[in-house]
């Protein structure tokens, strides 16, 4: 799923190392995000004080204000924090989770690991999200397409969620299966008939794809 399908996606990344800031940025927007950003603290806050943002990923070592401050800041604001630190020492984790951060991730980080954290705050914290003309409630899970309500069953949402979150990621039939199914026994002709059905019920053919010998993908674009 393209992420600027979401109701809410504007990022926010007050960093004051431009190379990790681009990085960020880039790796975001590839996947839909629209991001600004902030190469200090102040400037940081006058962005947060604007209300148009969905996440905010803040460095703690920042020029004028720190990201402690900006998380106290962003608090008021209902701005969900995921700071991103080369303080990575337990103390220092606890510290920010503590303080009310959503998640904590150290310098060096993997840029899949981050667009993966940021989708499951994302989802976490907003719990609306939309998919072209289909329309998802996570709290209630019912899903919508063009306005009409769609009927999947609880294995079927699972499934579709675990797609969504692992989008453009190939991904292997086995883990799907240990995903979504847990430790229930399973062959792979169950999870067959389940991607069919959910390609059928949300006209997925062309997004929802089969990696012949690896198990499926769902493209984002």
């Known amino acids: ?94 510290k920010g989770l503590d303080m009310g951060a959503d998640d904590y991730i150290v310098k060096p980080f993997e840029v899949e690991e981050l667009i993966s954290r940021v989708n499951a705050v994302i989802r976490r914290c907003h719990k609306k999200i939309e998919l072209g003309d289909i329309q998802i409630n996570l709290e209630s899970r019912i899903i919508k397409k063009q306005g009409n309500e769609i009927k999947l069953t609880p294995k079927e949402f699972n499934l579709f969620i675990y797609l969504y979150e692992n989008q453009d990621k190939a991904l292997k039939r086995e883990d799907i299966l240990e995903k979504v199914w847990s430790d229930e026994e399973l062959d792979s002709q169950t999870l067959t008939l389940h991607i069919q059905r959910i390609r059928k019920k949300l006209d997925l053919n062309d997004r929802l794809r089969t990696i012949h010998g690896v198990g499926y993908i769902f493209r984002g674009k």
């Open 1 to 94: 799923m393209r992420l600027n399908d979401i109701i809410m996606n504007r990022i926010l990344v007050v960093e004051d190392e431009f190379p990790i800031v681009d990085l960020i940025s880039i790796a975001l927007k590839n996947v839909g995000y629209e991001v600004d950003y902030a190469l200090d603290g102040e400037k940081g806050a006058n962005l947060i004080e604007t209300g148009k943002y969905d996440l905010a990923l803040l460095d703690i070592m920042l020029p004028k204000f720190n990201g402690y401050e900006l998380l106290d800041y962003a608090k008021t604001m209902e701005l969900p924090v995921i700071f991103i630190t080369a303080k990575g020492q337990l103390k220092d984790r606890t």
